[in-house]
Nanobody
């Protein structure tokens, strides 16, 4: 069982940066692939970024590539999402997720544990 708690969201202006954090419980964090997803009002939850526990492979949605960076600190049992050059279309609730799958998983159904989400709002 893994519990995930997101932090770091808020209201920013277009062009600003934010860093989301996801603190996990459990002693086996290093054996979980971690992902970030987001959901805007009226839209389906979509993949943002993932980092695998095996080899630390990362993948990104095309919409955030070159602007967002996912990283993990296994000693702190935390995964981060650095978001630069934020755009109004990045406005959404952001969710952290975990899976034992060793690959870079990009689908909602591939994750077993989810945080409660945190709001990011980007004004124009």
């Amino acid at each position: 069982q893994v519990q995930l708690v997101e932090s770091g969201g808020g209201l920013v202006q277009a062009g600003d940066s934010l860093r989301l954090s996801c603190a996990a419980s459990g002693r086996t964090f290093s054996s979980y692939t971690m992902g970030w997803f987001r959901q805007a009002p009226g839209k389906e939850r979509e993949f943002v970024a993932t980092i695998s526990w095996l080899l630390g492979r990362t993948r990104y949605a095309d919409s955030v590539k070159d602007r967002f960076t996912i990283s993990r600190d296994n000693a702190k049992i935390t995964v981060y999402l650095q978001m630069n050059n934020l755009k109004p279309e990045d406005t959404a609730a952001y969710y952290c997720a975990a899976t034992r799958d060793p690959g870079a998983v990009t689908t909602n159904t591939g994750y077993d544990y989810w945080g409660q989400g945190i709001q990011v709002t980007v004004s124009s």
